[in-house]
């Protein structure tokens, strides 16, 4: 079918067996997966950055195997840039009982905007950018989403951040004009967002009905607005595969402990 000018198509799977423990809650996720990685160029020229490789799966493929082992069962897609490969690659490997929506967008429309051309997002969801290689717990996050009554929740990560030059201070006042102090090549932290959330529905009415809008201006509207935004701080391994460095030191990274991760999903006994 088509919505705004968006094709929707949907990929299902057979229904997966409840969880021991009881019935799963009905929490979807929305996947952002149509950028065109230009910071990854010249490999995001023929292949789009989440079916980067990492071992003998995509990225993506990855991320629907966590979110599946965490209880989702519908994933929705955000598709353009080389959206045929993606279909492809993802259409033919579903995980077991997962069923797979994709809304392609026409245009580049941002972080944000794509949100509002998904259907039936009318109880709590998980956002996600595709391109993000994690041993976040889901179940975990959206627990502490509901806890707090947050609109919106934002996984967060502590960031090093090496300043490549040397840094002065200088003085003011009587000490006008005059170096104080002198670091060389320091390193700073940063709370930074690991383009993971998780939304209520309200929140996609500060989303305008057309046009390009980020997820950043999605916060300045919310927090203009009074909206409660909370932060889920998290630890663990996380790369954002946005520069040829990041997706070197994950594939090194990543590797050695998807296994004993993915087991930890499994004992785990999924989204509770």
């Known amino acids: 079918m088509t919505i705004a000018g968006t094709d929707i198509t949907t990929t299902p799977s057979p229904p997966r067996a409840a969880a021991a423990g009881g019935k799963r809650p009905s929490v979807q996720a929305v996947v952002l997966a149509g950028g065109r990685g230009t910071r990854l160029a010249p490999y995001t020229s023929v292949l789009p950055k989440p079916l980067m490789p990492i071992g003998d799966r995509s990225i993506l493929e990855l991320v629907l195997g966590q979110l599946t082992e965490s209880g989702i069962e519908q994933v929705t897609l955000c598709v353009g840039y080389l959206a045929h490969l993606i279909k492809a690659v993802i259409g033919d490997r579903c995980p077991d009982g997962l069923q797979i929506r994709y809304v392609h967008e026409q245009e580049a429309l941002g972080t944000a905007a794509p949100l509002r051309l998904v259907p039936d997002l009318d109880a709590t969801f998980i956002a996600m950018n595709g391109d993000i290689l994690t041993t976040l717990d889901f179940t975990a996050l959206v627990n502490h989403h509901r806890e707090m009554k947050n609109l919106i929740t934002i996984a967060t990560h502590e960031r090093p951040i090496k300043i490549d030059y040397g840094v002065l201070r200088v003085g003011r006042n009587g000490s006008s ?14 709370t930074v967002s690991m383009g993971i959330y998780v939304f209520e529905p309200r929140a996609l009415e500060f989303i305008p009905a ?7 201006q999605l916060v300045h509207a919310l927090l203009e607005a009074g909206e409660p935004i909370g932060v889920y701080p998290y630890t663990g391994l996380w790369f954002d595969i946005g520069r040829r460095e990041d997706y070197e030191r994950a594939v090194e990274a990543w590797l050695p402990s998807a296994t004993a991760t993915s087991e930890a999903f499994k004992l785990a006994g999924g989204m509770r």
């Open 177 to 190: 004009g005059r170096v104080v102090g002198f670091q060389e090549k320091p390193e700073m932290t940063s």
């Open 210 to 216: 057309g046009g390009y809008f980020d997820f950043p």
